[in-house]
């Protein structure tokens, strides 16, 4: 790629650049990188045991897991990534490879690269559709699939009125945000983005941190409303564990398309509603949503077993 430095691309044809393919834009401290297409992939890593690993959904990045990482790597080697032109690349919107397909190539060759299969797969929204394409195309990459609030499933559900207006929902979304964005209004662009997936007063409420994620990713949101494509007959095919989570005040699109997934693999159990939560569950009730994932990966770590086996 053009982003990349030509000294970069010198040392990828030496050396392979296993970890560390260097790129134009600064990489925090604590932040490794590992070139996959050419592309330094930025992801921070901690703890050791059986690998999990966290893939954020639309306009996030491998800092929305500060309340996951630091509790789950005491058992478990997690591997927090950002996805192709997200934070720490502060991307201008021009690329012809940003695409849940190019992501979940990524993820596959991320997982490849530094030996790390089968591991534990977690994906939120965006990031969901992301995990469960990897999924669909290497399943053999796969121990655990976990699903909070997953895109991607939207093609389960039937055709009808209210399927229509919550697609609606999403398209109106990204719509505003790309007219916020063209505006220059930064600031609104997050808070209608945020209140639209969570509900009105969100946006209020979070953290300064939680403002600097969204913020810093704005420039990726222009592109966030491709959803995947996942069918029934490739749900019927997964033949590892799932875990499917959604939030008390989620958008409903999320916990029909789980239970419209569940008709096309009758082992995928109900979702696990974590209350007083919405969309961002993981962020807005940490506990509880570390609990049902925690016990989850508890259930199934050791040798693979089969999926009937462990449900």
Same mark, same amino acid.
């Given at each position: 790629?053009?982003?990349?430095?030509?000294?970069?691309? $010198?040392?990828?044809?030496?050396?392979?650049?296993?970890?560390?393919?260097?790129?134009?834009?600064?990489?925090?401290?604590?932040?490794?990188?590992?070139?996959?297409?050419?592309?330094?992939?930025?992801?921070?890593?901690?703890?050791?045991?059986?690998?999990?690993?966290?893939?954020?959904?639309?306009?996030?990045? !491998?800092?929305?897991?500060?309340?996951?990482?630091?509790?789950?790597?005491?058992?478990?080697?997690?591997?927090?990534?950002?996805?192709?032109? !997200? !934070?720490?690349?502060?991307?201008?919107?021009? #690329?012809?490879?940003?695409?849940?397909?190019?992501?979940? #190539?990524?993820?596959?060759?991320?997982?490849?690269?530094?030996?790390?299969?089968?591991?534990?797969?977690?994906? @939120?929204?965006?990031?969901?559709?992301?995990?469960?394409?990897v999924a669909k195309e290497h399943p053999e990459l796969i121990k655990t699939l976990i699903l909070e609030?997953?895109?991607?499933?939207?093609?389960?559900?039937?055709?009808?009125?209210?399927?229509?207006?919550?697609?609606?929902?999403?398209?109106?979304?990204?719509?505003?945000?790309?007219?916020?964005?063209?505006?220059?209004?930064?600031?609104?662009?997050?808070?209608? /983005?945020?209140?639209?997936?969570?509900?009105?007063?969100?946006?209020?409420?979070?953290?300064?941190?939680?403002?600097?994620?969204?913020?810093?990713?704005?420039?990726?949101?222009?592109?966030?409303?491709?959803?995947? @494509?996942?069918?029934?007959?490739?749900? #019927?095919?997964?033949?590892?564990?799932?875990?499917?989570?959604?939030?008390?005040?989620?958008p409903k699109r999320y916990p029909e398309g789980f239970a419209a997934a569940r008709t096309c693999n009758p082992s995928i159990p109900a979702a696990i509603v974590i209350p007083?939560?919405?969309?961002?569950?993981?962020?807005?009730?940490?506990?509880? /949503?570390?609990?049902? $994932?925690?016990?989850?990966?508890?259930? @199934?770590?050791?040798?693979?077993?089969? #999926?009937?086996?462990?449900?």
């Amino acid at each position: 790629m053009m982003r990349l430095t030509m000294a970069a691309l $010198v040392l990828g044809v030496l050396f392979g650049l296993p970890t560390g393919a260097r790129a134009q834009w600064a990489i925090p401290d604590g932040v490794k990188t590992v070139s996959v297409g050419g592309y330094p992939l930025a992801y921070q890593e901690t703890g050791s045991g059986e690998p999990v690993v966290l893939v954020h959904g639309s306009l996030g990045d !491998y800092r929305i897991w500060y309340a996951q990482a630091p509790t789950y790597s005491k058992d478990y080697r997690v591997l927090s990534l950002s996805l192709r032109h !997200y !934070y720490p690349e502060r991307w201008n919107g021009v #690329a012809d490879d940003f695409s849940i397909a190019q992501h979940a #190539a990524d993820v596959a060759a991320l997982i490849q690269r530094l030996n790390l299969g089968p591991v534990h797969l977690l994906g @939120h929204s965006r990031g969901g559709a992301v995990v469960l394409t990897v999924a669909k195309e290497h399943p053999e990459l796969i121990k655990t699939l976990i699903l909070e609030d997953a895109s991607g499933m939207e093609g389960l559900l039937p055709e009808t009125p209210g399927t229509k207006a919550m697609a609606g929902e999403v398209k109106g979304l990204v719509a505003r945000l790309r007219e916020n964005l063209a505006a220059g209004d930064k600031e609104k662009a997050g808070q209608e /983005f945020t209140d639209g997936l969570n509900g009105p007063g969100t946006w209020a409420k979070r953290s300064a941190l939680q403002k600097e994620i969204l913020i810093d990713n704005l420039g990726t949101g222009v592109d966030s409303g491709e959803r995947g @494509h996942i069918t029934c007959a490739d749900i #019927a095919k997964f033949s590892f564990p799932i875990l499917t989570l959604t939030g008390e005040r989620s958008p409903k699109r999320y916990p029909e398309g789980f239970a419209a997934a569940r008709t096309c693999n009758p082992s995928i159990p109900a979702a696990i509603v974590i209350p007083n939560a919405a969309h961002a569950m993981n962020r807005d009730n940490p506990d509880a /949503f570390n609990a049902a $994932v925690l016990a989850f990966l508890a259930q @199934h770590r050791g040798p693979l077993q089969p #999926a009937s086996a462990t449900r």
